[in-house]
């Protein structure tokens, strides 16, 4: 028997560089589209009226999820106390923002600064700060009825969790039932051996799967094997999010980690369209045949 299939969201950097209230009509079109649900970035907090949000996204019918990647000097990895404080601070702030907005899911780079660098490895004691963080982090989480979701990203990107393993294992430390995994195809096709096994093997955890390209284009037109994320995403069972990103104007907050320097897409409408279209193609019949 057939199961229910995926949930898809796209991420409001598709169209806008800097979120704000004069983005709120994009809550319409993104539904016009077709998709089920907008991510909407808390990188820059300020700019972020939830309330407002929520009431849109009520309107028109449309799921809200919240993504952030950790700016500089608010690290839950870091060895300075007063910058583990600052993460911490950052990311209940994020937490709150997301119940406001009527969002249940806060996903993204949540352990470390995105773009941090440092003279070694990471250990083992790497781990365990961001872990302890995160766990407070979680356990508040819970009062406001939000998951977390950790993203592994690529080695340019964070030193610390770079591959599905190594979030499974970052979680394991958390020890939080509402903390979970959120993978990206972009960064697992950098990072990754294969995208069958990291995807059939992070399902039981999954919050939100980012169905990015190889070079962050159009879906279907990289190198980023889908057959085999669909297959892996059907076997596992999983029908909750994924979602659409790519960058056509970058926000500052993003800049250096997205490193977006040419077009993309003829226009964002044409890259979720036809993104959307191949991906819907693609999962039918493996979803179809669970």
Same mark, same amino acid.
């Given at each position: 028997m057939a199961v229910d299939g995926l949930r898809y969201a796209v991420h409001a950097y598709a169209w806008t560089s800097s979120w704000s209230n004069a983005d709120l009509p994009m809550l319409d079109h993104v539904k016009e589209l077709g998709l089920d649900a907008i991510e909407v970035p808390l990188m820059e907090p300020d700019a972020v009226d939830p309330a407002a949000i929520a009431a849109r996204a009520e309107a028109v019918g449309l799921d809200v999820l919240a993504s952030v990647a950790l700016p500089e000097g608010a690290d839950p990895a870091h060895e300075d106390e007063d910058i583990r404080r600052r993460g911490h601070e950052f990311l209940e702030r994020c937490v709150d923002l997301t119940a406001e907005m009527g969002a249940t899911v806060l996903t993204g780079v949540i352990y470390s600064a995105i773009g941090r660098r440092i003279e070694r490895r990471p250990d083992e004691a790497d781990y365990l700060r961001a872990a302890g963080v995160l766990a407070e982090v979680a356990r508040y989480a819970q009062t406001r009825g939000v998951t977390l979701g950790i993203e592994p990203v690529n080695r340019y990107e964070t030193f610390l969790v770079n591959t599905a393993?190594?979030?499974?294992?970052?979680? &394991?430390?958390?020890? *939080?039932? #509402? $903390?979970?995994?959120?993978? !990206? +195809?972009?960064?697992? #096709?950098? *990072? &990754? !051996? !294969?995208?069958?096994?990291?995807?059939?093997?992070? @399902?039981?955890?999954?919050?939100?799967?980012?169905?990015? *390209?190889?070079?962050?284009?159009?879906?279907?037109?990289?190198? $980023? !094997?889908?057959? =085999? $994320?669909?297959?892996?995403? =059907?076997?596992?069972?999983?029908?909750?999010?994924?979602?659409?990103e790519s960058f056509v104007d970058t926000a500052e907050a993003m800049k &250096? =980690? @997205?490193?977006?320097?040419? &077009?993309?897409?003829?226009?964002?409408? $044409?890259?979720?369209?036809?993104?959307? =279209?191949?991906?819907?193609?693609? *999962? +039918?019949?493996?979803? %179809? %045949?669970?």
């Amino acid at each position: 028997m057939a199961v229910d299939g995926l949930r898809y969201a796209v991420h409001a950097y598709a169209w806008t560089s800097s979120w704000s209230n004069a983005d709120l009509p994009m809550l319409d079109h993104v539904k016009e589209l077709g998709l089920d649900a907008i991510e909407v970035p808390l990188m820059e907090p300020d700019a972020v009226d939830p309330a407002a949000i929520a009431a849109r996204a009520e309107a028109v019918g449309l799921d809200v999820l919240a993504s952030v990647a950790l700016p500089e000097g608010a690290d839950p990895a870091h060895e300075d106390e007063d910058i583990r404080r600052r993460g911490h601070e950052f990311l209940e702030r994020c937490v709150d923002l997301t119940a406001e907005m009527g969002a249940t899911v806060l996903t993204g780079v949540i352990y470390s600064a995105i773009g941090r660098r440092i003279e070694r490895r990471p250990d083992e004691a790497d781990y365990l700060r961001a872990a302890g963080v995160l766990a407070e982090v979680a356990r508040y989480a819970q009062t406001r009825g939000v998951t977390l979701g950790i993203e592994p990203v690529n080695r340019y990107e964070t030193f610390l969790v770079n591959t599905a393993e190594q979030g499974r294992r970052l979680i &394991e430390l958390i020890g *939080e039932e #509402n $903390v979970g995994i959120h993978l !990206d +195809a972009y960064h697992m #096709n950098i *990072e &990754e !051996d !294969d995208f069958y096994e990291p995807t059939l093997l992070s @399902t039981p955890q999954l919050v939100h799967f980012h169905m990015s *390209e190889s070079h962050r284009g159009i879906p279907g037109k990289g190198t $980023v !094997d889908w057959d =085999a $994320v669909m297959r892996a995403l =059907a076997a596992g069972g999983y029908t909750g999010f994924v979602g659409l990103e790519s960058f056509v104007d970058t926000a500052e907050a993003m800049k &250096e =980690a @997205t490193c977006i320097w040419r &077009e993309l897409a003829p226009s964002s409408d $044409v890259l979720v369209s036809d993104g959307l =279209a191949f991906l819907k193609r693609l *999962e +039918a019949p493996h979803y %179809a %045949a669970v």
